[in-house]
Every structure is written in C-alpha cells, then in structure tokens.
C-alpha cells in the first residue's frame, strides 16, 4: 500500500519516526522468512532535501500505535549501489510474491501478500522507489550535482539511533557480549588519544665501571652535574663495587648505601631530589632518583635482578628499575656483560638472556623490560673494537670517531639485528672509556695492553625520545673506566584530566548503551495492571502485550521473587504464558487472571489487612526475567470487596451488620478484638449467620432428588454461585436466589474458605485418633472453641437428618466430603493442606462416621443449650 491507502493513525504514527525536514514518500507492509519465521515489516521511502532512503521497520503490532511499536532495523540508500528487481518469477510461482532490493551489492529478499490489493499497492510502492531511483541518477549528473549536491549524511542520524553499537557478530551468536569492564576498557583505551597530552621531562642517565674502588674520596657532580637546569630522573649505574670472591658467591644484594648517598650529594644543586629505588646484584647497582616535587607522579615502582655469569653468578648480568610515571611505563637497566674481545657471542647471550628472564613482578605475571613504554639500557656492555688498525686510530691525535666506530662490535653486532633490536644510540663523540691505567688519563700500559674501548654505553627505545648530550667525563680517574651520561628530553603521556572526564563521561554512556544494544530486551506495555474492584469467585483479566523491538532473539520466563520459594505468582494470579521466545519483532499478548476462590479468600483478607476503602493497593508483583537481559517488574493492582467467604467463625459471629458493609480494614480489627462470643441467649443465633441461611433453606427445601447434594467434586464454577454471595453477604430477606444444588455448593465453598478449618488437626495431637464415641465427645468439648463445636454439631446432625430423609443419601459419602472440609490439619508454611490432608481421608471419615453412627443429635442439643458447661 502507498501512504495514501493507509488510515491517518498509520501514516501519523510512523511520520512521527522521522524529524521536520524529512518526508515520507510511501509505506509498504511486507514480510522476511527468518528461519521457520516471519517478520512482519512495514517499508517506508523518506527523503530529505536532495536524497531518499528506504526504511525497514519491524512491527511490534499491527496497526502500530505508537513510536515504540515501531524500530528500525535496516536502511537502504537510493544511491549508485541500490536497485530493486520487482519479480524474479513468472505469475504464480512462489518467486512471483517477492521482491528483492540490492544495497552496496547485498540482496535482501521480502516478501507480499497475493490478494488483489496487495499486488497493486505493491506496483505503486515499486514505481514510486523506482522513480527516486531516477531521479538520484538525474541528479547525480555532473552538472547535476554541483547545484544539488547529494547529502546522505542525514541518514547517520538513524544509524546511531537504532543501530550503532549492535554488533552483527552478537546478534548471530557467533560471540558473546563482552562484559562491562572489558568494554569500557577496550572504548576507554580507543579514545585515549582524546584525553593524553605529552609532557617534556629531562631524565639523565650514568653509568661508570668503579673497578672496585670504594667511594671514599671520591666526589661525583662533575659526572651527574653537567646539565645547566636540573634533570627531572636520574638513573645512575655502577659496575664492580666490592666485586670480591665472596660476594660473588653470596650473590650479593644489600644496597652499598655508601655509593646511593655519594650518588645523591652529587645530583645538580637546584633542585631536591629523593631516592625512587635502588637494586644491586654483587657488582652491579642502580639509584633512580626523582625530584621531590615529582614523586606523587611515580607510582608501581619495582626491581629485578638476573645473574648471568658462571653458574648464574652475579658477576655478570643485569639490574632494573621499572615504575609508571603518569601513563607512561617506564625503565632503567643496568648490565654487566661477558669480558674479553673475543667473547662477543657471550655477551649476545647475556643480551639475550637479560631480556627473557629479567620480570619486574607484582603479582604471579611480572611486566618484562619490552613492556615499557620508555627503556633506557646503561652498563658496561664490554663490547670491543677489533681490527687491525685499531690500535692506530685510537693514538691518532686527529682521531676520526665516525671510522673508528665502524669497528665497534656493538654497531656490528646490532647491524646484524643480533642484539637491541629497535634500541637507539647516540652518535659517540667522546673517545673510547676503557683501558686507562687508573689515576691517569692513559691508555693501559699494562703487559696485557689491552685495546682502548667503547665498553660503557647508554641506549633508549621509545617514541618521543630525543638525546640531548652523550658524553664521558675524563676528570674521574680513580677507575680503569671513564663515567658515561646521556642527557634525554622524553615526552611522557599524562592525563589531562578534565578532557578525561568529559571522556570517561561519555565512554560510560557508551558501555550503557552498549549493553543496551547487545543484551536481549523486552518491551512492556505497561508495567502497572490495575483489576479494580475485585470480588470474590469472579474472573477477572487483563492483557499485557510484550514485543521483542531489539536485534536479539529473546526468551522469557516469570520467575520467583524468592530463592526460598518457587512460586511465580500468588495462588488467584494465573499467567497464559510464563515463558516463550520473540525474535526481532514478535511481539505476544499474555492474559493475566485473577480468581479469588475458596482456597485464596482467607489469604486475600490477610494481603488486605491495612487497605482503607476506595484505594488499591499492589496485590503482587510479578518478575519477568529476561535470559541474559534485565529483569522487568509488572504490579499487579486491585481493590478487594469483603465477603463472608474467607472470614473466620468467630468473626462471623462479631458481626451486627452485613459483611459488605463492613471495609477490609474494619473486619479484621473486628477479628482482634478480645470479645467472648455469647452462643448461651436463646435469642441469638449460635452458629454463623450465613451457615445457617444456607443449611436453612436445605432442610426446608422440598426436592426429590437429594441424593446428588454435595456429590459434584468440582463445586464453585456454577454462575449462580456469585448470586448466592450477596444474598449471603447482604442478609438479603429476598427469596433463596439459587438451587439446593448451588445452596450446597455455596456451603462447601463457604467451609473451605474459613483461615481456620472447623476441626483443627496437628502432627502432635491427632483427634482422630480418638478410640470410641466417648474419646470423641470428649475431645470435640475439650479441643474445639465453642462456635467451632457447635458449627461442627450443627453441621452433623443437618446431615444425619438428611440421610433420615432420603436414604439414597449414603452416609459414607457425606463422611468423605465433609471430613475434608472440616476437619484440616496445621502444617509447614508453604505445604499445601489439601494434599496433605488427602493421606488422611479414611482416618477422617472413620471420625465422621463414629458421630453419625451415634446418638449426635442429643450430644448436639446438649451441647447448644449449654455450651458453656
């Protein structure tokens, strides 16, 4: 059908899915077979300024009411890519009803109804998309479009609004949702660049191979010192303090704090610093050091140690310092390699094994040196220079660095990718740190005479890094090595936290709606079902409509509010439909009844107990839980008429006006009240006024065929039932409105709504267990209150008169019937009385029939002449 066909509701309902500017051309109602399914669909062709679309909604009901009724779940548009084949099939064939539309080169195939109508509201909708279809070619010319330029940006609108977030993967079931942290993380870290800013920080780093002198005498600002403004990090090495025999074999690790404070008193002048951490392994020590005023910024600070020498000894190996500072990972490494110029394989080893083993650990997975985002690695690595005229240019007075290089094995050996892979080094502009003979500034000059080296070295990986000095310090001379430091201005990530929380903000409106989009959910109508006035013994129901308007298939259930308890609902709630499944948009009507009967009554009036008159107050509430979704809360509302039905005997006996006159409130403050019951005055009834009625105009009534009274097993259906009720409740002076049929249904049902049974049983004390007519006589007068005893007594001898009366009566029937509305036992909360009662029947019946089998009548006179003896 075109817009035009369609009833005005229709057509303003599904306009109101769409804004001001935008138009809608024409609605189609067509279907898509999904599995053994169908969906219903309605297709809309909307246009805004120069460019349409095709909308696919799916219908929660037919005719849609409202917005809600109504989603989107596929937008197609008139573009290049888009073109509709309108028959793939000769008349009359199952192809003939359908239609296939083409997007970006995907087919999607629906479907339509073969009446006549339906055929020609299909060829108005086809002409009509086929005629946007033309006019975007039109348009899309060249000159065309320099005066129309054709904008579908207004389409994203509906893409975020119904569709952005669902993830097509979710809605096949090939993966599940991940979980709210995980997917705030992942969206988190996707706008980290919104919210990180870099901050320039000077860290400097040092290394010096001490030979094992001890820090006596020795000063160190003029190798930490060198800077103009002061470094925000130091990172300061040392390799060989103590290095003895036996601290090689203690492996030793107690902090040299000797060394730590002559580090700290030679850091620059013109700024406080303190001590980050400090980490030793034998030889081997690293300080990292921070300015005070930075500290708070470090935070996860931690060290590790790995020994590489002979048997894992700490001769050789490695030390590291590793801390975030802000949102940067960073890291310090001090090494010591394999010695001697032939042993380059040994010291790629050392590399290597420094690199698998050293883990900065926290918890059973520590963070390896590749897991920083800045690594600065300081040491005497022991790399060489080798060939031949080595020698030559290092005691050149015009020394050419740049050549001389080309013979470092470091450079080699990282030329050939075999070691610091990634790892930067600054061009070497100092001459070569190693060998001097100690106190001088000459070469060794030992027997061994060994050749001059760049063994100590500085090297960085990380972005954002830029060396600012690589430089040695000759001045100290105590050691066989000269001092090395870099200098590096580093760009650290840190937090702007303003723009994180403008992000953070919206990152969790994200996850929201995330969870939203790829979680199953259901829509309901209404969540408040409100019964009005309910009555006792009459049905009443209401509809609640439940649609599936997500791209989830969902399945539902009603569910206990309770772990302790498996019952969905009240026992006078009853529900068409606990549990089903929707696809996408399904929508289902579950009735919802209620029907106060003989068993809920009493029940009813304890829920109650508070209502004041004309005010309804929630009768349940009922979950309608979502598999994997959120759960949905219905509350079902009502207001309920009293009744004699449900009113205990002594109340009955309290009241001085009809029941129904009588509010909810009012008849149970009559129920409290602590006043004796007078059955002794001739002139007041003794058992119920309502019972009496009804066992009245039984006995009075003349009818041939009695035999079947009280023989119907499922009494209180009967439509003349609720007639009875008010002629009861309302002490009507009005003829008897029912049959003794109906009379004797009414008094079963009005026996088995009693709070109270008439004859109470418990596990203790069983009175049935009474051994003759005397046990029995006795335990009626010592167990029963008095309006009990005499309803009993009363009830009794009308049936014993019956059977008098016609002896098709049998009264072993009666024994039965009565025995299980009578007499009922006191059991577990939540133990339904009536099954429980049913292994009781013949013990009942035997009780029963010890009465009627008896002088009864007498004992019943008795009784109510002198109830009180």
């Known amino acids: 059908m075109t817009s035009g066909s369609y009833d005005s509701t229709i057509i303003s309902t599904v306009t109101q899915k769409f804004r001001e500017d935008e138009s809608v051309l024409a609605i189609f109602e067509a279907y898509q077979i999904l599995g053994n399914n169908h969906q219903n669909q309605l297709l809309v062709i909307a246009s805004s300024n120069t460019t349409s679309a095709l909308f696919a909604f799916s219908i929660v009901r037919y005719p849609p009411e409202s917005i809600s009724d109504l989603t989107v779940i596929a937008v197609y548009p008139v573009d290049d890519t888009f073109w509709i084949n309108p028959d793939s099939g000769g008349h009359g064939s199952i192809s003939s009803s359908q239609f296939t539309i083409f997007s970006n080169n995907e087919p999607t195939v629906y479907y339509y109804q073969g009446s ?24 899309s010319s060249e000159k065309a479009a320099v005066t129309f330029p054709l904008d579908f940006a207004w389409l994203d609108y509906y893409k975020r609004a119904d569709m952005l977030l669902i993830d097509r993967s979710i809605a096949e079931g090939s993966q599940a949702p991940k979980s709210r942290d995980s997917k705030f993380k992942e969206e988190l870290e996707r706008r980290r660049h919104e919210y990180i800013v870099y901050e320039p920080y000077k860290i400097y780093t040092a290394t010096w191979n001490v030979n094992g002198q001890t820090s ?35 492996n030793e690790t107690k902090i040299d704090r000797t060394w730590v404070d002559k580090v700290m008193s030679g850091l620059h002048k013109s700024a406080v610093y303190v001590e980050v951490a400090s980490v030793r392994l034998v030889g081997m020590m690293l300080t990292v050091a921070v300015k005070k005023s930075l500290r708070d910024r470090i935070s996860d600070c931690l060290t590790a140690a790995v020994g590489t020498g002979t048997l894992k000894w700490g001769n050789k190996g490695g030390v590291g310092v590793s801390f975030q500072m802000n949102e940067a990972l960073l890291c310090f490494v001090n090494t010591h390699l394999a010695a001697h110029t032939q042993e380059v394989d040994r010291r790629n080893e050392d590399h290597d094994e420094i690199i698998r083993r050293m883990s900065f650990e926290k918890t059973f997975r520590g963070r390896s040196i590749n897991e920083h985002h800045h690594i600065f690695w300081i040491g005497d690595l022991n790399y060489r220079l080798t060939g031949d005229t080595t020698q030559r240019m290092v005691n050149d007075n015009d020394r050419d660095y740049n050549q001389l290089y080309r013979q470092d094995q470091l450079y080699q050996e990282k030329l050939r990718l075999r070691i610091f892979r990634d790892y930067k080094e600054g061009k070497i502009l100092f001459a070569p740190t190693y060998k001097y003979n100690p106190g001088t500034d000459e070469w060794d000059s030992s027997e061994k005479s060994r050749c001059p080296a760049w063994c100590d070295r500085i090297l960085w990986k990380g972005s954002r890094t830029e060396q600012l000095k690589y430089d040695s310090v000759m001045q100290l001379r105590r050691s066989d090595h000269k001092p090395v430091y870099a200098v590096f201005k580093v760009d650290i990530e840190t937090k702007d936290d303003q723009k994180f929380k403008k992000v953070h903000e919206e990152v969790l409106k994200t996850v929201d709606k995330y969870e939203n989009d790829n979680q199953p959910q259901i829509t309901v109508e209404q969540t408040d079902l409100d019964f009005g006035l309910i009555r006792f013994n009459e049905k009443y129901s209401r509809e609640l409509l439940v649609a599936n308007n997500c791209h989830l298939p969902v399945q539902f259930s009603f569910s206990a509010k309770d772990e302790r308890y498996s019952h969905v609902c009240e026992d006078f709630i009853h529900i068409s439909h606990k549990s089903g499944e929707l696809i996408t948009g399904d929508s289902l009507t579950i009735r919802i009844d209620i029907l106060v009967d003989a068993k809920a009554a009493s029940k009813m009036l304890k829920k109650l107990k508070d209502a004041k008159a004309g005010v309804k107050i929630p009768l349940d509430i009922l979950v309608l839980h979502v598999k994997n979704g959120r759960d949905i809360f219905i509350t079902i509302f009502g207001e309920y008429k009293s009744s004699c039905f449900g009113v205990s005997l002594e109340t009955l006996m309290k009241l001085n006006k009809p029941v129904f006159e009588y509010e909810i409130n009012e008849l149970v403050a009559l129920a409290k009240e602590e006043r004796l019951v007078d059955l002794t005055d001739d002139g007041n009834l003794k058992i119920p006024r309502e019972i009496w009625r009804l066992l009245d105009y039984l006995y009075n009534v003349r009818c041939l065929d009695l035999s079947q009274l009280f023989m119907n097993r499922d009494y209180g259906k009967h439509e003349n039932i609720v007639e009875i009720r008010d002629w009861l409740d309302s002490w009507s002076s009005a003829p008897f409105p029912g049959t003794p049929k109906t009379a004797a249904e009414a008094l079963l049902i009005l026996l088995e709504s009693l709070p109270e049974p008439v004859v109470t049983i418990s596990e203790k004390e069983c009175i049935l267990n009474a051994e003759n007519y005397e046990h029995c006589q006795r335990l009626i007068r010592l167990k029963l209150k008095p309006v009990n005893r005499v309803v009993f007594l009363y009830i009794c001898s009308f049936l014993i008169e019956l059977h008098r009366k016609n002896s098709n009566v049998r009264l072993n029937d009666l024994a039965t019937i009565f025995g299980r509305v009578l007499i009922r036992s006191q059991i577990a909360p939540g133990t339904d009385p009536y099954a429980y009662a049913e292994g009781l029947r013949d013990q009942r019946q035997r009780f029963m029939m010890t009465f009627f089998n008896n002088k009864i009548q007498e004992f019943a006179r008795a009784v109510m002449n002198g109830v009180g003896k």
Not at 125 to 131: A, D, E, Q, W
Not at 219 to 248: C, H, M, R
């Open 216 to 250: 006596e005498d020795i000063e160190l600002p003029e190798w930490l010192s060198t800077t103009e403004d002061p470094p925000d990090i130091y990172a300061v090495g040392f390799q060989e303090i103590e290095w003895t025999p036996e601290k090689i074999i203690m």
């Open 116 to 139: 006549r109508d339906a055929i020609a509201s299909r060829d108005n909708f086809i002409s009509k998309l086929k005629s946007q279809i033309s006019t975007y070619k039109t348009r």
